[in-house]
């Protein structure tokens, strides 16, 4: 399994970024997909999630109504659409997949919003 986190950088508060995870190495359009996110000193927090075929999507609140994710099983791509970006939105952003027992993560990207 493998996963590449892109689209990550630097933007003012108030913009927009869009993130993309690319897979590999297992059957993508099977499996749930999530993206964390960790700042300094703070655990990795769940930022959303999103159902195999696309049609169910989870947030965690804070994100609600300004963050969208998405996926293309065509092109085993998973996509997180920022908007409205806070400094609080700053983090290392990780893509994931979990098999039933084995949780899998990228390298990261680095999101960071300046005020």
């Known amino acids: 399994v493998q996963l590449v986190e892109s689209g990550g950088g630097l933007v003012q508060a108030g913009g927009s970024l869009r993130l993309s995870c690319a897979a590999s190495?297992?059957?993508?359009?099977?499996?749930?997909m999530g993206w964390y996110r960790r700042t300094p000193g703070k655990q990795r927090e769940w930022v959303a999630s999103?159902?195999?075929?696309?049609?169910?999507?989870n947030y965690v609140d804070s994100v609600k109504g300004r963050f969208t994710i998405s996926r293309d099983n065509a092109k085993n791509t998973m996509y997180l659409q920022m908007n409205s970006l806070k400094p609080e939105d700053t983090a290392v952003y990780y893509c994931?997949?979990?098999?039933?027992?084995?949780?899998?993560w990228g390298q990261g990207t680095q999101v960071t919003v300046s005020s």
């Open positions: 999103i159902a195999s075929a696309g049609g169910s999507t």
């Open positions: 190495g297992f059957t993508f359009s099977r499996r749930a």
């Open positions: 994931n997949t979990w098999d039933g027992s084995i949780d899998y």
